[in-house]
């Protein structure tokens, strides 16, 4: 399921605004760990349904792009269907079913592992049906906006966007439908009280950023090279 679909290559888009430089300028060596250790104290690492939740997490976008690039490569799944559309909705199925799967699994580690006290109060738990109300907007909106094809890897079938979708919620955010998946799993960790939630999630959004380390540039080039084809 790949969110850099809808910026193909050869349009500009502006470059909205990323808080305190982001990531990369975060002096780590100053950080209070304090809140981190108590948290890590409270998560049972050797616990089945956490390793099973973390393979399910890591898992799911580094199949989803090695069978897409795949695709794009060799065409196997689209002469195998007959048709690229085909090919697309039924890769797309398997990635809804992993996401099923990855939503079950992290809900079965918190489930399995203890609630923290401090996290257990009304303000948390309202906190985090916020953020399950946001995630989902910008999942829900980010579909409509893009159709299923343009969801799940259509460009990497051939099935390319004739222009860069600009409107709610890409006008606001980049990469929406993973940043909404993001918040729905903080979401639900801090409706649970749920440290090893919190952890979690945390490696979630680790697995989408260096997904999009790689589907960003590549979906670029399949838009260059199109742009190329047809001068």
Known sequence: MSDSDNNPAGN???VLLDCCGGLNNVDYSKMD???MEVI???IDFHDSSFCI???AIIFN????NVVARWEHRTRTISRFFGSPYVA???????IILLNVYRSHSMTVAMKAQARWEVMDGTSVFYTGVALMVLGTVLVVSSFLALGFTGTFLGDYFGILMDEKVTGFPFNIIENPMYWGSTANYLGLALI???PVGLVLTAIVAVAYKVALRFE???TEQIYQERSQRCK
């Open 53 to 55: 939740a973390v393979i």
């Open 33 to 35: 760990l304090t809140l």
């Open 40 to 42: 890590l104290k409270h």
């Open 216 to 218: 960003g540039p590549f």
């Open 61 to 64: 976008p580094l199949f989803w």
């Open 88 to 94: 697309c909705y039924c890769l797309g199925f398997v």
């Open 12 to 14: 500009s888009q502006p």
């Open 192 to 194: 649970g009280a749920s």
